[in-house]
């Protein structure tokens, strides 16, 4: 909803400063120009990208027009889960959540958190890494590098999209210049019409530039911005999962290493800490 209201105002001051100053809208309605500019963007969008990152930029796309993928209420289903997964074990033995790790969406421990049971890379990320303690191969800070690892490769992925288009955004203006280039050697092509005709010309040409560097500032790069906004934000559901699996590793009760998990969660996400064990206490 934020990006439909900045682009509106965005256009408002633009367009809107442009009217007031006298100048006709009318002119700046250069089809041709926008599909030069659109197009050999979008012809470089392909050539610079392999298929994996085209497909991760399309799919992100519809996640700029809604809210943040993971709220507070989000995480508290999670410290609950996490809770509840961990209080089992230290109650029952490591081996009694081994059929809720290899069958999340048939565990009646998971089945009461559809927020992270609907979410397959977190579900996954939770029952690898149990899975692990439950084989008790690895001390905890082998479990903490290879989560470190984790979080960095899909921390990587996430930023994709927010690169790529950042680099479209970056060649938008070049673009526009090619088109009033273009033109220009039009209006070069003209020489002897009326000189009214040659500025209507030149006027045209000039259009390119300036859609090439609105495009760039005003629409596309901005985008770049959010995403990676996004996948900064989305990537704390796994930094606080890591310090909740940790913090047990080294001894702590179940509900201590929900409290260090909730201590990672940012300011505006984050629980208080009797709202948190109020929530833990109703799922149980």
Do not use: C
């Not at 996640?63 to 089992?88: C, D, S």
């Not at 958190?113 to 579900?123: A, G, Q």
């Not at 010309?201 to 990676?228: D, K, N, Q, R, S």
């Not at 909730?262 to 799922?283: C, I, M, W, Y």
């Amino acid at each position: 909803m934020l990006v439909i209201v900045g682009y509106v105002v965005v256009l408002g001051a633009i367009f809107g400063g442009y009217a007031l100053a006298g100048g006709h809208l009318g002119g700046l309605w250069q089809p041709l120009e926008l599909l030069m500019i659109g197009g050999g963007a979008l012809g470089a969008f392909f050539v610079g990208n392999n298929m994996t990152a085209i497909k991760a930029t399309f799919k992100s796309i519809p996640a700029l027009f809604k809210g943040a993928k993971y709220n507070k209420e989000t995480y508290m289903e999670l410290m609950a889960l996490m809770y509840e997964l961990l209080g089992k074990v230290r109650k029952e033995g490591m081996m009694s959540i081994e059929g809720d790790v290899e069958n999340p969406h048939e565990s009646a421990i998971f089945a009461k958190y559809p927020k992270i049971l609907n979410d397959h890379h977190v579900v996954e990320f939770i029952t690898d890494y149990l899975r692990i303690m439950v084989s008790g191969n690895l001390n905890a800070m082998e479990i903490e590098n290879l989560m470190d690892v984790e979080i960095e490769t899909h921390h990587h992925e996430a930023l994709v999209p927010s690169h790529v288009i950042a680099k479209l955004g970056d060649g938008m203006p070049a673009f526009g210049i090619v088109a009033a280039v273009m033109g220009v050697v039009h209006t070069m092509e003209s020489v002897g019409i009326p000189p009214a005709e040659l500025g209507i010309l030149i006027a045209h040409a000039l259009v390119g530039t300036f859609l090439g560097i609105l495009l760039a500032y005003g629409f596309v790069g901005p985008l770049a911005g959010l995403l990676e906004q996004k996948a900064d934000e989305e990537g704390k559901i796994y930094q606080a999962t890591k310090v909740v699996l940790l913090a047990n590793l080294n001894g702590y009760a179940p509900a201590m290493a929900v409290e260090f998990g909730r201590k990672v969660l940012n300011s505006t996400d984050r629980p208080g800490f009797a709202e948190l064990e109020e929530h833990v206490k109703q799922k149980r």
